[in-house]
Each structure stands twice: as C-alpha cells, then as structure tokens.
C-alpha cells in the first residue's frame, strides 16, 4: 500500500486520512466496482494501525456509500463512480434535497419559537461588559448553576455547578475527559456507530471495544440502546453499576433522548442510581432545541472533578458565552421546561401517526420494531437486493432511507419522523413499498 501516514500532525484524524485514501481511489475506479477491500485485520496490520481506526474508515466509507458491508464476506466497492457527475468537492459542498427524508436527524420547523429564541439572544448581546471577556474555561458560573437545578428537578441528579464542565458538543467534553481518564486504557461502546466517541478515545491510545463491560470505561446510552428507541430498564442498570464498581470501571452515561420517552415512565439515571460516584453524566440541547446550538454538559464524579481542575486552566471554553448566558436564562425563565414537554407531545404524536402509515401500507409483510423513547422506528423489508441498492433506487425518487442492516433477501431501515411533516408519512410509505 502506498499510503504515507502523517502520525507526528494532528491535523486529521488517521481514520480521516485512511478513508480519503480508499474513497480517492474508488472515485479514480482504481477499485473497480464489486471488487473486494482488504480485510480490517490485513489492512490494519499493512499500515500499523489499529482494527478500530480501519473500522472507523471502513464504516464511513460505507456511510457515504463508497463501500457496502455483506454478511460473513466483507467490503465491496459500489459503483458510486460510474454514477458520479460532478467532482466530489462540488457534490460534497452541496446537500441533496429530497422530498421525503426518513433519515433526518433535524427537528420539526414548528418545534422550536425561534422569535423566543431570538429575544434572549438580544438580551445576551446587550451584556457588553460581559462579552468582552473570553469564556470561563469550565462553562459560565450562572449557567451551570442553572443546569444545576435542571438536572436535579428533571433526572434527579444531586450536584454541585463546580462539577459540571460545559462544552461546544459531546466530543469536545470527551476532549477533556480522556487524559483524566488514562488509566483506564480500554474503552466499550454500545455498537460502531458510535464513531465521534470512539474516535476520540482511540485518537488517545484507548483500546475500543463493543459491548464488553470487562473494560475500563464503559460508554451507554441508556435511553438510545438501539435506533428505534429501545431503554435500559433499571434491573440492568442497577447490575451495571454493581458490576462497573466491582471492577473499578468507569461509567459514561449519554443521556441522548432521555426527554423523548413516551410509553413508560421515565428511568431514573445512572449517576442517581449510583449516588454520583463512578459515573459520567453527559447531557446536549440539541434535540431539546436546535442542533446548531452547540452546548453540550458533563457532571464529574469526586475523583475526576478534582483531577479536572488542576488543569482546568489549560483549557478554552469551546461553546459560545453568549449562547451560554441566553440559555441560563432561557432555562431559569421555565421555557426549557415548556419545550421539553412540547415536544414530548409533538414527537410522541408524530411516531404514532408514522407507525400508523408504516402498518397501512405494508401490513404483515414487514416487520417493525418500536421502542418506548426516540423519534424512529425500524421497519425490515424483504426485498431481492442490497441495502445499498434499496438506498440508491429510492434516492433515484427522491426518498432518502438510512439502512441499518443488510441481510440476505431483507434489509432493516431507520424511520425517523422528527423532521417530516405528518401528510408526508403514507405517501413516503407508498412510494418506499413501490420501490422494495
């Protein structure tokens, strides 16, 4: 292989630098369609690199459709080049606009008061003194008072505002929790998809694993276990927390979609249940509010609080000061409170409606898969040709469909309807049935 890897920059990460090798070369048909990548174990041992950092390419290779994944085979190259007409860097600079989007991971238009919004951001920017300074590297005071009383009025969760970190996004938090957590050297999450936080951790010489709880730091989102919503209930929470203490294992708890549970009462946290110790709450507002709202939270336990603020001075403060002083009193105001429940109506209503259209149209020839929490379902077809086929025939009629797994004579998709209007439901149903 003639790829030369740039170990000593931090520029890109290295599964960054192995996809765009493999992507330039199947876009150069130099991998030919339909023939066979290397395997992850040959691959990773040709350019001393890790299995996980091989996977991480391979995976977006196949996210963006260079690669596709076959049972018990391994990686094919697509023909995405022969269909490709324009340069990469031009499709790349431009998103595909499609009629019916069932792979949205956006929010309803009407989710969200904008005019609300925008009052409180005003009323950010008038605090000139305040601007004038650079961001507390831990989050602003007044801010993580006010997620201090969130958090204890909505999960239940006891802590003081010096034991939240804030940050532009979960990524950057697990920035700064890596090198605190060193010792710990192996890392599990819940499945691959996770890549941001695997790639964070392998980027600091963690070994990653997929659901082992015989590691050091066992990564969970207990009320997104699977795509279409499935929760930890609290029997298996409870034994996790008994097993992470016995073997001294950290727990790192996203608590991702939490807000969206519908058809049970919700489950109390991890961090409560464990009483603080030996968990990682992370929490974001990018579902509650907008995804380009980058604000994101941790809550550290004792230990690692400590550990923090030795070298809590060495950081910058990535999220926006005036995004953090607005949301303070966005949430103070109770409007956060407002939204949650909102939008606990509006997506619990929309779920249904797209579980009611999925079942219309397809009956028993399918089977759906529907959890207690979440804004997706997952319905698996039968269908004579790849997911990768089914994603490209219905991209050809202006449906786009996330495949969550590929088998032989069925394919699994993710239904999202967090971002569809609801009369689109039963004739995107329709026009996915006509397809398959």
Request: aromatic residues 10%; charged residues 20%; contains cysteine.
């Amino acid at each position: 292989m003639s790829l030369q890897l740039n170990k000593s920059e931090k520029s890109e990460h290295l599964y960054m630098e192995v996809y765009h090798y493999y992507r330039n070369l199947i876009l150069e048909q130099r991998l030919t369609p339909g023939s066979k990548m290397p395997s992850l174990r040959k691959c990773a041992q040709e350019l001393r690199l890790s299995r996980t950092t091989i996977e991480n390419a391979y995976l977006q290779l196949a996210a963006d459709g260079y690669i596709i994944s076959k049972a018990q085979s391994g990686y094919y190259v697509t023909d995405i080049a022969q269909r490709q007409v324009v340069p990469s860097s031009l499709k790349n600079s431009k998103s595909t606009l499609y009629q019916y989007d069932f792979a949205s991971s956006g929010v309803d238009r009407e989710s969200f008061r904008f005019d609300l919004w925008r009052r409180y951001i005003k009323s950010a920017l008038r605090q000139d003194e305040r601007l004038l300074s650079y961001g507390e590297p831990q989050g602003e005071a007044d801010f993580r008072q006010a997620l201090c009383e969130y958090i204890r009025e909505r999960r239940n969760i006891l802590c003081s505002a010096d034991d939240i970190v804030v940050g532009a996004g979960v990524q950057s938090l697990l920035h700064i929790l890596c090198p605190l957590v060193l010792d710990k050297k192996t890392v599990s999450f819940p499945t691959p998809s996770f890549i941001q936080g695997s790639t964070v951790f392998s980027d600091y010489g963690f070994e990653v694993r997929y659901r082992n709880k015989d590691s050091g730091v066992i990564y969970v989102s207990p009320a997104h276990m699977t795509k279409w919503g499935e929760i930890m209930p609290v029997s298996r929470r409870l034994e996790l927390i008994r097993y992470a203490a016995q073997n001294q294992s950290l727990i790192i708890e996203d608590d991702f979609e939490n807000e969206f549970v519908y058809l049970q009462k919700p489950t109390p946290s991890l961090f409560g249940l464990a009483g603080g110790q030996g968990v990682v709450y992370i929490g974001s507002f990018s579902r509650l509010l907008l995804p380009s709202i980058r604000i994101s939270f941790m809550v550290l336990p004792s230990v690692l609080k400590e550990a923090y603020q030795q070298k809590a001075a060495s950081y910058n403060q990535t999220a926006s000061k005036a995004e953090q002083i607005a949301l303070c009193q966005f949430i103070r105001d109770g409007h956060l409170a407002a939204q949650t429940r909102k939008l606990k109506r509006l997506y619990s209503v929309k779920l249904r409606q797209l579980l009611s259209a999925v079942q219309t149209v397809f009956g028993n020839t399918s089977r759906i898969q529907i959890g207690s929490a979440g804004t997706s379902l997952a319905l698996t077809l039968s269908v004579p040709f790849s997911g990768e086929e089914l994603k490209k025939r219905a991209a050809a009629e202006s449906l786009r469909i996330q495949i969550l797994k590929d088998a032989p004579g069925e394919v699994t998709v993710i239904l999202s309807c967090s971002s569809m209007r609801e009369q689109d439901f039963l004739p995107a149903c329709r026009l996915l049935k006509s397809i398959c």
